[in-house]
């Protein structure tokens, strides 16, 4: 009896598999099961050092690694950091979606979708600011209702917030055609959720730090994201572009500033005990280049 033989084209493909899979073992574990994950992401960040003025000088661009532990503690006689995220710089095209399928539902998406929410006086809403490099201080708040990323008029709501890692998140599916969800984080596929009918959910949980994309695979116009932490010290910024963080224990921080067309921006910043460091950012354009962050107190 003859043996079966290899044809070319599967002895390649074995071959492709093999060296792919030892190109991701070489850089970091597969993200299939996250909490097994154990090393730290390089996140690239433009960063700015506080000049005694107020003003800010920038820094070249560096791979700084976050710190995905945090130790909660009793902060006595902490500070409060408060300020407004602003941005100066040319205001891009919104996206305008291309709706090609289930037009009784999609239909109802806004013809068109703003990059950056800025008000009149350049004051920017839906920003996520937070204390970068912080590693202890007070526990989250009790928390109620799980946080929901609900399906409605084939857009992702709400399009940008912020969870706790390992917190259950209810995905919700309250249209009435077909929706799937894809969470990926860097290059990596968190999960994947086909739901066909409306009123579907489903709970899934994130479990590393950083920064989520969601899409649709059945609209690709639909997209939004998930910023998950470690620790109580994020906000996003209200829609005159204010923040807040209170009971911070004192010290120097790296304060970062999120928003999706401009990616991240990063600032020094001192607390005091017992004061409050009242911040005004400035965010540049990703083109203008380090040189032009800005912050001033």
């Not at 945090?70 to 995220?85: C, D, L, P």
């Not at 709400?158 to 209810?170: D, I, K, N, S, T």
């Not at 998950?228 to 120097?252: M, R, S, W």
């Amino acid at each position: 009896m003859t043996k079966p033989r290899l044809s070319l084209v599967t002895a390649l493909t074995i071959c492709l598999l093999a060296g792919y899979e030892s190109f991701l073992s070489a850089d970091e574990p597969r993200p299939a099961n996250p909490a097994s994950e154990k090393q730290d992401h390089p996140s690239i960040l433009l960063a700015a050092v506080t000049s005694q003025d107020g003003a800010a000088t920038a820094s070249s661009r560096r791979s700084r690694r976050r710190p995905t532990s945090y130790k909660v503690m009793e902060v006595k006689n902490g500070g409060t950091i408060s300020g407004v995220v602003k941005y100066q710089g040319e205001i891009p095209p919104p996206k305008k979606p291309q709706i090609v399928k289930d037009h009784e539902t999609c239909g109802h998406h806004p013809s068109e979708v703003p990059l950056i929410n800025v008000d009149k006086d350049g004051r920017v809403a839906e920003a996520v600011v937070f204390l970068a490099d912080i590693a202890e201080g007070k526990d989250f708040p009790k928390s109620g209702a799980p946080p929901i990323i609900d399906q409605k008029a084939c857009q992702f709501h709400p399009h940008v917030q912020v969870v706790r890692a390992r917190q259950p998140v209810e995905i919700v599916n309250s249209d009435p055609v077909a929706h799937n969800i894809n969470a990926s984080q860097r290059i990596y596929t968190l999960f994947n959720i086909l739901q066909p009918q409306q009123n579907m959910r489903a709970t899934q949980q994130f479990d590393r730090p950083g920064l989520v994309n969601l899409r649709c695979n059945v609209h690709d116009w639909m997209q939004a994201y998930v910023h998950v932490v470690v620790h109580p010290y994020v906000v996003i910024t209200a829609e005159d572009g204010t923040f807040k963080f209170d009971d911070v224990p004192a010290g120097k921080y790296e304060l970062a500033v999120w928003q999706e067309f401009l990616d991240e921006q990063t600032f020094d910043v001192e607390v005091k005990p017992g004061e409050t460091s009242t911040l005004n950012l400035t965010l540049k354009p990703k083109a203008a280049g380090a040189s032009d962050t800005k912050a001033s107190h």
